[in-house]
């Protein structure tokens, strides 16, 4: 609750919209005791005198009456109403979901029929219906403004309730021998409470606007009494002559909804999970780049050379440091696997070499990735727009989410082409039919015109494949391509990306949590580890014989390279947070055969070789492999 | 599709009686003897035993409803006791100017609302975020009635750049210039709020799909910006904008009222207006069903769009 109130404070709009109508408030409260002129008592030899005027400050209506002392009386007439209705609205249309929400069955079915045939209604209409039957009035007018409202309660409401119905402490409850009107009671009304208030929050605005409508075309409240809304009604005739009268009354309505709205909004806010942590805020076209130092040169290792890369994400005030200084390359027609646990960073370093970190929060604070020598991540957004997909292009774990939904394949893999150069509908078309048929896809002809969700999940990340191939690219960058798929179809997406990076002299990076996948494809391997590669070197080389205690581990997790569950959850313990990483080996906690220099300080990657390893006390080379 | 379609109109026959039913139990609502009521001080004598014998007011509620539905069915919404014309006639003469102007101002919100909110969305927290954040809040709190006002104030009368109020001028020619002069002004004051809303849920709709993965495919792709955000993100955001502007449409249609009182627009809303001041009651019934059965089918053409937006769903 202190948390929510801060968090109100801190939008500045929504307090200076809760100050204000307090102060509305406290002033239509007030207005009884103000030494206000009488707000009836006419006077046709002053009428519509202006603002200012000496003993009207606001001028006087075209019946000479205080046009301040009527704004006032009005103001609290319409608050009053306005208020009133909503919570009329609120408790009706709370009551009626409860109902529906907690009994459910034909209970549920008929309420919420009615419901539906409601809100089949314009609204304002079906208020004008019921103002017409009751006949014109302020009390008719706001029975008509509440019960309109009614059903998006009753909807909101039952929601809330059916999900609740169902809670353990509901049937606690019932077992106890509860009645259902003490359940609702004592258990449901307090957890619909908040959602009410809210729901009331998000359109009492709205409530005060119809009310002064439908006083304002006069059938709300009537003569001599008025509210905001039907001063404005009288004042219409005299808008052109005498603009005062229309104007005072039309601001204060503006002023009471508006603050409503802002303190709404930031009521709204302060609750929404998602803007707490970011999730709705719009990643930049390129991950955001703030390298506090030169990143090291490139030592043309490979076609693609990921140097001392250092990706974080800020979330509010905490860093979380994903990538941690990572190094690597990838030759023509190599296949380098990188693999490790979720959460190591493994693949926020393969997004992080094309600028697709989703940013915020991500921001790439060091290193380098160089393409053929060029430096991608200091490069400006022109530049790297013309890589992606045309040099280095990506394969993403699930294709159901990674292709568009509403788009048909083949127009897709199109849009791949054409991002880079121009192509007439008839050449695409039969470009697109060739990718698909590189990745094997039966028919293609006839698929092109799928829609992803009408293909299976083998088929749709071969069009991801094949998307990833429109542009002849030189790099591939597969993140978990074969993850989601079984283990057929994950054999069959192998083979197919071997036989294009033999055919074709790919380079693949390869990003897999799968050592049977790394010694199916990979010809060098690196293990990644809180964000840190913690070995690197042939697969073959690793496979018979690995020298981190981390990999050594993952590798007795599996059961039989290629086949069965090749998860890695077995290794007790947890990987650590990266916003809170040990001083010394991150593995430490894990590792069994820790050793107190173990925590002192950072442990540097060792190369012999092709061989590297960061570990203090590697493991021993295994028997036959000793010579 | 058109099995789709005609699914859709079906579906919306229990919608169109449930409709019926609830405007019938409204005036059910009518306190005292019905027959003088609906009347009111234009009935003779005469009337309230004719209008007794066609409702059959003598007869149980549901005998009653099943006369004035088969009624209507054959065209015969009752006459007017007011303007002495029938129902049907001055309601269908209104509707034209009401869709007029309900129309403009439906596709005003539609095109400005949804092209804010992705401007707003695409420069989160950028200084056009702000200005639209801040339009739309303005948009959505000022009455549409007192909007209107101010604008005769200033484009009409101090300006003179549009006529003050009418569809069309009492003498001189009908041309769509001159329409379109007299309804710059109610269409755009009615659009404001619709715009509004639009706007904001267009506005989060985007910034909720720009951080779905396939996004991050399209910029993979080496998509521009431009495509990423009005091809790619927009199409998705669709999905979730659609229902609201069906909403919107019916909130343009009924609020149309206000804006026709300001600028004495010829509509429905303003004879509805008048008639129940008249205390016109068969008049306001006929008003209300045909005006709500439109917005139903408007409905459904909303769901057409939406099944032709969205092939996974089922048609
Ligand atoms: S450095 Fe020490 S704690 Fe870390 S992996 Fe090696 S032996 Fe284990």
């Given at each position: 609750?202190?948390?929510?109130?801060?968090?109100?404070?801190?939008?500045?709009?929504?307090?200076?919209?809760?100050?204000?109508?307090?102060?509305?408030?406290?002033?239509?409260?007030?207005v009884p005791v103000l030494p206000l002129a009488d707000p009836d008592v006419t006077n046709t030899a002053q009428r519509f005198q202006p603002p200012l005027s000496p003993g009207a400050l606001l001028g006087t209506d075209h019946l000479g009456r205080d046009l301040l002392?009527?704004?006032?009386?009005?103001?609290?007439?319409?608050?009053?109403?306005?208020?009133?209705?909503?919570?009329?609205?609120?408790?009706?249309?709370?009551?009626?979901?409860?109902?529906?929400?907690?009994?459910?069955?034909?209970?549920?079915?008929?309420?919420?029929?009615?419901?539906?045939?409601?809100?089949?209604?314009?609204?304002?209409?079906?208020?004008?219906?019921?103002?017409?039957?009751?006949?014109?009035?302020?009390?008719?007018?706001?029975?008509?403004?509440?019960?309109?409202?009614?059903?998006?309660?009753?909807?909101?409401?039952?929601?809330?309730?059916?999900?609740?119905?169902?809670?353990?402490?509901?049937?606690?409850?019932?077992?106890?021998?509860?009645?259902?009107?003490?359940?609702?009671?004592?258990?449901?009304?307090?957890?619909?409470?908040?959602v009410i208030v809210i729901a009331m929050s998000t359109t009492i605005g709205w409530m005060i606007l119809e009310t002064a409508g439908l006083s304002f075309l006069g059938l709300g409240s009537q003569p001599p009494q008025a509210d905001l809304g039907s001063m404005l009604?009288?004042?219409?005739?005299?808008?052109?002559?005498?603009?005062?009268?229309?104007?005072?009354?039309?601001?204060?309505?503006?002023?009471?909804?508006?603050?409503?709205?802002?303190?709404?909004?930031?009521?709204?806010?302060?609750?929404?999970?998602?803007?707490?942590?970011?999730?709705?805020?719009?990643?930049?076209?390129?991950?955001?780049?703030?390298?506090?130092?030169?990143?090291?040169?490139?030592?043309?290792?490979?076609?693609?050379?990921?140097?001392?890369?250092?990706?974080?994400?800020?979330?509010?005030?905490?860093?979380?440091?994903?990538?941690?200084?990572?190094?690597?390359?990838?030759?023509?027609?190599?296949?380098?696997?990188?693999?490790?646990?979720?959460?190591?960073?493994?693949?926020?370093?393969?997004?992080?070499?094309?600028?697709?970190?989703?940013?915020?929060?991500?921001?790439?604070?060091?290193?380098?990735?160089?393409?053929?020598?060029?430096?991608?991540?200091?490069?400006?957004?022109?530049?790297?727009?013309?890589?992606?997909?045309?040099?280095?292009?990506?394969?993403?774990?699930?294709?159901?989410?990674?292709?568009?939904?509403?788009?048909?394949?083949?127009?897709?893999?199109?849009?791949?082409?054409?991002?880079?150069?121009?192509?007439?509908?008839?050449?695409?078309?039969?470009?697109?039919?060739?990718?698909?048929?590189?990745?094997?896809?039966?028919?293609?002809?006839?698929?092109?015109?799928?829609?992803?969700?009408?293909?299976?999940?083998?088929?749709?990340?071969?069009?991801?494949?094949?998307?990833?191939?429109?542009?002849?690219?030189?790099?591939?960058?597969?993140?978990?391509?074969?993850?989601?798929?079984?283990?057929?179809?994950?054999?069959?997406?192998?083979?197919?990306?071997?036989?294009?990076?033999?055919?074709?002299?790919?380079?693949?990076?390869?990003?897999?949590?799968?050592?049977?996948v790394v010694a199916q494809l990979c010809d060098r391997v690196g293990v990644m580890y809180a964000g840190r590669i913690v070995e690197e070197g042939l697969t073959s080389d690793i496979l018979r014989a690995p020298r981190h205690p981390y990999t050594a581990r993952l590798?007795?997790?599996?059961?039989?390279?290629?086949?069965?569950?090749?998860?890695?959850?077995?290794?007790?313990?947890?990987?650590?947070?990266?916003?809170?990483?040990?001083?010394?080996?991150?593995?430490?906690?894990?590792?069994?055969?820790?050793?107190?220099?173990?925590?002192?300080?950072?442990?540097?990657?060792?190369?012999?070789?092709?061989?590297?390893?960061?570990?203090?006390?590697?493991?021993?080379?295994?028997?036959?492999?000793?010579? | 599709?058109?099995?789709?379609?005609?699914?859709?109109?079906?579906?919306?026959?229990?919608?169109?009686?449930?409709?019926?039913?609830?405007?019938?139990?409204?005036?059910?609502?009518?306190?005292?003897?019905?027959?003088?009521?609906?009347?009111?001080?234009?009935?003779?004598?005469?009337?309230?035993?004719?209008?007794?014998?066609?409702?059959?007011?003598?007869?149980?509620?549901?005998?009653?409803?099943?006369?004035?539905?088969?009624?209507?069915?054959?065209?015969?919404?009752?006459?007017?006791?007011?303007?002495?014309?029938?129902?049907?006639?001055?309601?269908?003469?209104?509707?034209?100017?009401?869709?007029?102007?309900?129309?403009?101002?439906?596709?005003?919100?539609?095109?400005?609302?949804?092209?804010?909110?992705?401007?707003?969305?695409?420069?989160?927290?950028?200084?056009?975020?702000?200005?639209?954040?801040?339009?739309?809040?303005?948009?959505?709190?000022?009455?549409?009635?007192?909007?209107?006002?101010?604008?005769?104030?200033?484009?009409?009368?101090?300006?003179?750049?549009?006529?003050?109020?009418?569809?069309?001028?009492?003498?001189?020619?009908?041309?769509?210039?001159?329409?379109?002069?007299?309804?710059?002004?109610?269409?755009?004051?009615?659009?404001?709020?619709?715009?509004?809303?639009?706007?904001?849920?267009?506005?989060?709709?985007?910034?909720?799909?720009?951080?779905?993965?396939?996004?991050?495919?399209?910029?993979?792709?080496?998509?521009?910006?431009?495509?990423?955000?009005?091809?790619?993100?927009?199409?998705?955001?669709?999905?979730?904008?659609?229902?609201?502007?069906?909403?919107?449409?019916?909130?343009?249609?009924?609020?149309?009222?206000?804006?026709?009182?300001?600028?004495?627009?010829?509509?429905?809303?303003?004879?509805?207006?008048?008639?129940?001041?008249?205390?016109?009651?068969?008049?306001?019934?006929?008003?209300?069903?045909?005006?709500?059965?439109?917005?139903?089918?408007?409905?459904?053409?909303?769901?057409?769009?939406?099944?032709?937006?969205?092939?996974?769903?089922?048609?």
């Amino acid at each position: 609750m202190t948390a929510f109130v801060a968090l109100l404070a801190r939008n500045r709009l929504a307090l200076a919209g809760g100050v204000v109508l307090v102060c509305v408030v406290l002033l239509a409260l007030a207005v009884p005791v103000l030494p206000l002129a009488d707000p009836d008592v006419t006077n046709t030899a002053q009428r519509f005198q202006p603002p200012l005027s000496p003993g009207a400050l606001l001028g006087t209506d075209h019946l000479g009456r205080d046009l301040l002392s009527r704004l006032l009386w009005g103001t609290r007439l319409s608050l009053a109403v306005g208020f009133a209705a909503a919570i009329a609205a609120a408790t009706i249309g709370a009551a009626i979901g409860i109902v529906a929400g907690f009994y459910g069955g034909r209970t549920d079915n008929i309420i919420m029929r009615g419901v539906d045939m409601l809100m089949a209604f314009p609204y304002i209409l079906l208020a004008l219906a019921i103002v017409a039957a009751l006949g014109p009035g302020l009390f008719n007018a706001l029975i008509a403004v509440a019960a309109v409202n009614v059903p998006f309660f009753a909807r909101n409401i039952r929601g809330i309730t059916v999900g609740i119905a169902h809670k353990e402490f509901v049937d606690a409850a019932r077992l106890a021998g509860l009645s259902n009107r003490r359940i609702i009671l004592s258990e449901i009304l307090p957890n619909v409470i908040p959602v009410i208030v809210i729901a009331m929050s998000t359109t009492i605005g709205w409530m005060i606007l119809e009310t002064a409508g439908l006083s304002f075309l006069g059938l709300g409240s009537q003569p001599p009494q008025a509210d905001l809304g039907s001063m404005l009604g009288e004042a219409r005739s005299a808008l052109i002559t005498n603009p005062h009268t229309s104007i005072v009354p039309g601001v204060m309505i503006l002023i009471i909804v508006m603050s409503i709205n802002l303190l709404g909004d930031g009521v709204r806010d302060a609750l929404d999970p998602r803007l707490k942590s970011g999730a709705l805020s719009r990643p930049m076209a390129a991950t955001r780049v703030d390298r506090a130092q030169t990143p090291p040169p490139p030592s043309g290792a490979g076609l693609l050379e990921v140097a001392a890369l250092e990706t974080q994400f800020h979330v509010r005030n905490r860093v979380y440091r994903a990538v941690g200084g990572v190094d690597l390359h990838v030759r023509k027609g190599e296949c380098l696997g990188i693999i490790g646990e979720s959460g190591s960073g493994k693949s926020v370093t393969a997004l992080s070499i094309m600028g697709l970190v989703a940013s915020p929060p991500g921001v790439i604070t060091g290193g380098a990735a160089y393409y053929d020598g060029h430096d991608l991540i200091g490069a400006p957004y022109g530049r790297l727009r013309d890589i992606r997909g045309r040099s280095v292009s990506y394969i993403f774990q699930d294709p159901l989410s990674t292709l568009h939904p509403l788009y048909r394949v083949g127009d897709q893999l199109i849009e791949a082409i054409r991002a880079h150069r121009p192509i007439g509908r008839a050449a695409g078309r039969a470009k697109a039919v060739e990718l698909l048929r590189a990745v094997r896809i039966p028919n293609p002809e006839k698929r092109i015109t799928d829609f992803p969700h009408e293909m299976s999940g083998g088929m749709r990340q071969r069009v991801g494949i094949a998307m990833a191939l429109a542009n002849d690219p030189d790099v591939i960058i597969a993140d978990e391509p074969t993850t989601a798929l079984d283990v057929t179809v994950q054999a069959q997406v192998l083979t197919i990306l071997d036989d294009l990076r033999r055919s074709r002299g790919l380079a693949i990076i390869f990003i897999t949590h799968d050592f049977g996948v790394v010694a199916q494809l990979c010809d060098r391997v690196g293990v990644m580890y809180a964000g840190r590669i913690v070995e690197e070197g042939l697969t073959s080389d690793i496979l018979r014989a690995p020298r981190h205690p981390y990999t050594a581990r993952l590798m007795a997790c599996v059961p039989e390279l290629g086949a069965g569950k090749r998860r890695l959850e077995a290794i007790p313990g947890l990987p650590p947070v990266v916003d809170n990483l040990p001083q010394g080996c991150a593995f430490a906690d894990r590792c069994q055969q820790v050793q107190a220099a173990c925590r002192r300080a950072g442990i540097p990657l060792e190369r012999h070789g092709t061989h590297a390893v960061r570990c203090l006390y590697p493991v021993p080379q295994s028997q036959e492999a000793t010579p | 599709m058109t099995g789709y379609i005609l699914k859709r109109l079906l579906s919306a026959v229990p919608v169109l009686i449930g409709i019926t039913v609830i405007v019938f139990l409204i005036m059910a609502l009518i306190p005292g003897d019905p027959a003088t009521a609906i009347l009111g001080s234009y009935a003779t004598p005469e009337n309230v035993a004719k209008l007794n014998r066609d409702l059959g007011l003598d007869k149980p509620l549901v005998q009653q409803y099943f006369i004035w539905l088969g009624n209507m069915l054959q065209g015969d919404f009752g006459t007017s006791f007011a303007l002495n014309r029938p129902v049907l006639d001055e309601v269908l003469e209104r509707f034209g100017a009401t869709l007029v102007l309900a129309g403009t101002a439906f596709v005003l919100c539609a095109v400005l609302g949804v092209a804010a909110g992705v401007v707003s969305a695409a420069n989160q927290y950028g200084l056009a975020d702000k200005a639209i954040t801040f339009a739309v809040l303005l948009g959505i709190s000022i009455p549409s009635f007192f909007l209107g006002m101010m604008m005769i104030l200033l484009f009409a009368v101090n300006l003179r750049w549009f006529p003050v109020s009418g569809m069309w001028p009492i003498y001189g020619a009908r041309s769509l210039s001159v329409l379109l002069t007299h309804l710059a002004m109610p269409a755009f004051a009615l659009a404001v709020v619709a715009t509004g809303v639009v706007a904001r849920l267009s506005r989060s709709a985007m910034l909720e799909v720009l951080r779905q993965d396939f996004i991050r495919t399209a910029r993979a792709k080496g998509v521009s910006e431009r495509g990423v955000i009005w091809r790619h993100a927009l199409k998705a955001a669709m999905v979730a904008i659609i229902p609201v502007l069906g909403i919107q449409a019916g909130f343009v249609l009924s609020g149309a009222v206000y804006i026709e009182m300001v600028f004495q627009w010829p509509g429905v809303g303003r004879m509805l207006v008048d008639a129940i001041l008249k205390r016109d009651i068969l008049l306001v019934q006929g008003g209300v069903v045909l005006v709500a059965a439109c917005y139903v089918l408007f409905n459904i053409a909303v769901d057409v769009a939406q099944s032709l937006l969205d092939p996974r769903i089922k048609t």
